[in-house]
């Protein structure tokens, strides 16, 4: 068992080859994938309602012959949320508040200053008018992911929520509904797959078409989600979730096992990478893995993500240790280090930092209060968690007073000559002020 977890030491020739291989997970693109969500899409496009019944009733072996009958009514939602375990629901009510918290601090307002010469300059802020939440369904029902969609939404002011999710064989979610009502989601429609990514992104008599989709899905989802881009907004492609932890000899072993490991359980693509100076703590946290592993009740599937995209990667020092995870900007990152909150500030790419041993990465999945929709596949050196920010526009706001014309149409004009784009120069100069022997 010690060799379940694949072993690399930046000291080796070919270190930078072998990161590279660990990283690449079969991120290219699947061609029957994308040939297939391509057809759903133009399938759903082209025929709206009808086709959307024909995908949910191949793919999620729903027999229905109305497309009105995917939308729960409210009150369901309601009753969902009434009739729920009183622990469980405590403890959504409690991640809701926690994280409705964290993102009213996220809510940007218009501004704008004025010029000496009453030129007005600004930036003015408007919420998305409406969003669709994809959550995902089938193997696993995660309320977290409402909770961490809708409420930013919510809190940016976005008018209208709706909510797609699969229901294989027509099994709903009590959890997943009641997190839906308690967090503000207006409409919801039991459907799924690449089918719900389309009917959101060009509407269909049923469904409305949205401005921006949000939230995680499967492999069809993310294609599908790629697909639309343009059409309309897309948060960001999610790939397998990931965690890297930095460790030095003040961690425990076992702690780090049981957090490699919580990220390993979500699929077999899921990758847990632990980074240390430290030899002996190498060795001593793939005999956690070993005395942890035969407990776990979803064993099979960590020890499958743990052989082909675990590792554990022996650096000369914390320096080193940073410039690796930085190369692999992971999606999470934990520092069970002795001065954490230091090595933090040295950290450059990294979807969410959990700083010091009991920042377990399991608590920003549920309830710390930051968004646990994060970039992924090394995104990180680019992309951002998903934000109140995500479901509102900037519009630049430009006010010329008289005298601030005369001047920037002079600073146009010349600019737009350079350019060759005469009418630019002509339209900025009839705001130019003329003295009677300027030349007309």
């Known amino acids: 068992m010690s060799g379940l977890i694949t072993s690399l030491n930046s000291g080796d020739a070919d270190f930078t080859h072998q990161l590279d291989a660990l990283l690449a997970r079969g991120g290219e693109a699947d061609l029957e994938v994308e040939a297939t969500v391509s057809g759903i899409i133009d399938e759903v496009r082209r025929r709206g309602d009808e086709a959307l019944i024909e995908f949910t009733c191949q793919f999620d072996q729903l027999d229905i012959s109305d497309a009105a009958a995917l939308e729960l009514p409210p009150q369901r939602l309601r009753s969902a949320l009434d009739q729920l375990e ?30 000496e010469d009453g030129t007005l300059l600004g930036q003015q802020v408007t919420p998305i008018e409406r969003v669709g939440l994809y959550v995902p369904g089938g193997k696993a029902a995660y309320p977290s992911s409402v909770l961490m969609t809708a409420i930013p939404a919510v809190v940016a002011g976005v008018s209208e929520l709706v909510m797609v999710v699969p229901t294989p064989g027509g099994e709903l979610n009590q959890a997943v509904l009641a997190a839906a009502s308690l967090s503000g989601v207006d409409r919801v429609f039991t459907v799924g797959g690449a089918q719900a990514i389309a009917a959101l992104a060009y509407g269909t008599k049923t469904l409305p078409r949205v401005d921006k989709i949000v939230g995680p899905g499967n492999i069809y989802v993310a294609t599908a989600k790629r697909q639309v881009f343009g059409q309309v907004g897309i948060d960001m492609i999610a790939g397998p979730s990931e965690i890297v932890v930095i460790c030095d000899q003040t961690a425990d072993p076992e702690w780090v096992a049981m957090d490699l490991f919580a990220q390993a359980e979500h699929d077999e693509r899921a990758q847990s990478i632990v980074i240390t100076p430290v030899p002996e703590l190498a060795g001593e946290i793939r005999c956690a893995i070993a005395n942890l592993l035969p407990e776990m009740e979803r064993r099979e599937i960590i020890a499958t993500a743990l052989s082909n995209q675990g590792a554990i990667i022996e650096v000369s020092s914390m320096d080193e240790a940073v410039r690796v995870s930085d190369r692999i900007a992971p999606e999470h990152l934990e520092l069970m280090v002795d001065q954490p909150l230091q ?41 951002s968690p998903l934000g109140v920010y995500d479901f509102q526009t900037r519009s630049s706001l430009i006010m010329c007073s ?27 100069e009839l705001r130019i002020k003329r003295n009677n022997s300027d030349e007309r």
Do not use: M
């Open 343 to 383: 090595l933090a500030r040295e950290i450059r790419n990294a979807g969410a930092l959990f700083v010091g041993k009991f920042s377990a990465e399991s608590l920003g999945d549920y309830c710390a209060g930051p968004n646990h929709v994060l970039p992924t596949a090394g995104t990180a050196r680019f992309s």
């Open 402 to 428: 008289e005298q601030g014309a005369d001047h920037l149409g002079r600073v146009a004009s010349k600019v737009a000559r350079a350019e060759q784009l005469t009418a630019h120069a002509r339209s900025a």
């Open 86 to 115: 009183p622990e469980l629901r405590s403890a959504i009510e409690a991640s809701a508040a926690r994280i409705k918290a964290y993102h009213e601090y996220q809510k940007q307002e218009s501004w704008h200053y004025e010029e």
